[in-house]
């Protein structure tokens, strides 16, 4: 690479460093670590042809999704440039500007062929996709393209279609996320929690309910350790403050409180896969 570049200090770019694995053959993150650090790498040892080569005038720049799945050894050597997820906003200025254009020179369109509203590429963005960046976004605009450029072909050049809100289900089929209508208004017995995600956040309604019960709290559910915590320190918000709050024993020893939280995300996707959690509490 340094003969192919042509000079001693180039700019090495490492994608994706966070999808290294270690297996039997060897751990790719202890390989980077010689090389990234500034006190090693100018007597970087090539296995291969078993020389010295000075590697402290290149400028490397990785780009990982999750930072937290490198080892800390590693992150140490590294300047942590955290970057923030595209907003809806600049979603949908980036797909005018770039993603459209794109796509009519790849399916040999004209402009004229075919036509997004703002509001249609943002029942993309809303209903259709749920990510920081905008490749699943190219995904389904590429989806609506090849429609449409076979409507082309089978009527002809002077074809044009008008995409708007209403009918991007013609073309995407019916909607992955949909809002909850409960979100929409203020509900007894339901609060509003939040979770982080690696798409952006997720917005947890959480149903309540009472019942007699034993006084046990039981949590069920894919709920990260936040959260249950979470659960917990409410838990004993309530009993330390039962009697302000008018509650009592009962003869079953105390109340069962059910908690449902249906869009808990998944750590691993990102997506609500649904779970619940169960809170039995009794009153000091």
């Given at each position: 690479m340094m003969k192919k570049a042509g000079t001693c200090n180039p700019v090495f770019l490492l994608d994706e460093v966070d999808k290294m694995s270690m297996d039997f053959r060897g751990d790719p993150s202890a390989a980077l670590l010689e090389v990234l650090d500034p006190e090693q790498n100018h007597t970087f040892i090539d296995h291969y042809l078993d020389v010295e080569y000075d590697l402290s005038s290149v400028f490397f720049i990785a780009t990982a999704k999750r930072a937290a799945h490198h080892p800390a050894a590693l992150q140490d050597r590294l300047e942590v440039i955290r970057l923030p997820g595209y907003t809806e906003r600049e979603k949908v200025e980036i797909a005018k500007?770039?993603?459209?254009?794109?796509?009519?020179q790849s399916h040999g369109l004209q402009p004229a062929n075919i036509a997004f509203t703002d509001e249609a590429l943002t029942e993309v963005v809303r209903r259709y996709t749920r990510e920081a960046g905008v490749r699943n976004m190219e995904r389904e605009i590429s989806s609506i393209f090849r429609k449409v450029a076979r409507k082309v072909v089978l009527e002809g050049r002077g074809y044009a279609a008008a995409?708007?809100?209403?009918?991007?289900?013609?073309?995407?089929?019916?909607?992955?996320?949909?809002?909850?209508?409960?979100?929409e208004k203020n509900e007894i017995g339901t609060a509003t929690g939040l979770a982080w995600t690696e798409v952006g956040g997720e917005i947890l309604p959480i149903e309540v309910t009472l019942m007699p019960g034993k006084g046990r709290l039981t949590l069920t559910g894919k709920l990260g350790e936040v959260m249950q915590e979470s659960a917990h320190a409410a838990m004993s918000f309530v009993r330390s403050r039962a009697e302000e709050l008018g509650s009592?024993?009962?003869?079953?020893?105390?109340?069962t409180s059910t908690s449902t939280c249906p869009r808990a995300p998944s750590r691993r996707t990102g997506r609500p896969p649904g779970s619940r959690w169960r809170r039995r509490w009794s009153p000091p």
């Open positions: 500007q770039h993603l459209i254009p794109k796509q009519i995409i708007d809100a209403p009918n991007v289900g013609e073309y995407l089929g019916i909607p992955r996320y949909r809002a909850i209508r409960q979100e009592t024993r009962t003869s079953t020893g105390g109340w």
